[in-house]
T-cell receptor, first 114, second 112 residues
Framework: KAGVTQTPRYLIKTRGQQVTLSCSPISGHRSVSWYQQTPGQGLQFLFEYFSETQRNKGNFPGRFSGRQFSNSRSEMNVSTLELGDSALYLC?????????????FGEGSRLTVL | SQQGEEDPQALSIQEGENATMNCSYKTSINNLQWYRQNSGRGLVHLILIRSNEREKHSGRLRVTLDTSKKSSSLLITASRAADTASYFCATTDYNQGGKLIFGQGTELSVKP
């Protein structure tokens, strides 16, 4: 079984731009969660989607948004980028929602905002 | 806010020694999970222990859970250089609608 695939792996943007990150979950997994990881804040929960519905959302501004498609693939978008958005963005898939089961993580998308 | 807090923040040991990491959490849980992350990579699930379990083993890993103290520990026996990584505990915060919240992690360095 293929693992969780995140694209792109690395990207560089400038302040004010917007970015879209993609995540393909493990086949059969209907839950996709997104996390932001920075040295200062650690792993912060962004949101979780299950069967195309946002099930939960973390404490991030409205510039951070996401969606899930019928094939369970998910995208997250960050608009009007700020320097502080530089981070490793991790996607994880699971068979269960609500953080009750094991998460399978992708390798992440490393975003640098200049 | 962080649900789980690991201790110590960093740990350096020699190959062959045992490594113990601790995790404390704040609210009631259904289960607690441990994950490992090699530098800059994705997290890998190690073990899940349910609230009605006190101890669980997987290979060289031993996890304990004390729900009365709201704490868990991860023991890695006979450590290897390849065990060098960050280790995170994670719990589901049902007060916030059910999401897996990670602690700040313990950075383990195993020297050959």
């Amino acid at each position: 079984k293929a693992g969780v695939t995140q694209t792109p792996r690395y990207l560089i943007k400038t302040r004010g731009q917007q970015v879209t990150l993609s995540c393909s979950p493990i086949s059969g997994h209907r839950s996709v969660s997104w996390y932001q990881q920075t040295p200062g804040q650690g792993l912060q929960f962004l949101f979780e989607y299950f069967s195309e519905t946002q099930r939960n959302k973390g404490n991030f501004p409205g510039r951070f948004s996401g969606r899930q498609f019928s094939n369970s693939r998910s995208e997250m978008n960050v608009s009007t980028l700020e320097l502080g958005d530089s981070a490793l963005y991790l996607c994880a898939s699971s068979t269960a929602s609500g953080g009750t089961g094991e998460l399978f993580f992708g390798e992440g998308s490393r975003l640098t905002v200049l | 806010s962080q649900q789980g807090e690991e201790d110590p923040q960093a740990l350096s040991i020699q190959e062959g020694e045992n490594a113990t990491m601790n995790c404390s959490y704040k609210t009631s849980i259904n289960n607690l999970q441990w994950y490992r992350q090699n530098s800059g990579r994705g997290l890998v699930h190690l073990i899940l222990i349910r609230s009605n379990e006190r101890e669980k083993h997987s290979g060289r890993l031993r996890v304990t859970l004390d729900t009365s103290k709201k704490s868990s520990s991860l023991l890695i026996t006979a450590s290897r250089a390849a065990d060098t990584a960050s280790y995170f505990c994670a719990t589901t915060d049902y007060n916030q609608g059910g999401k897996l919240i990670f602690g700040q992690g313990t950075e383990l360095s195993v020297k050959p």
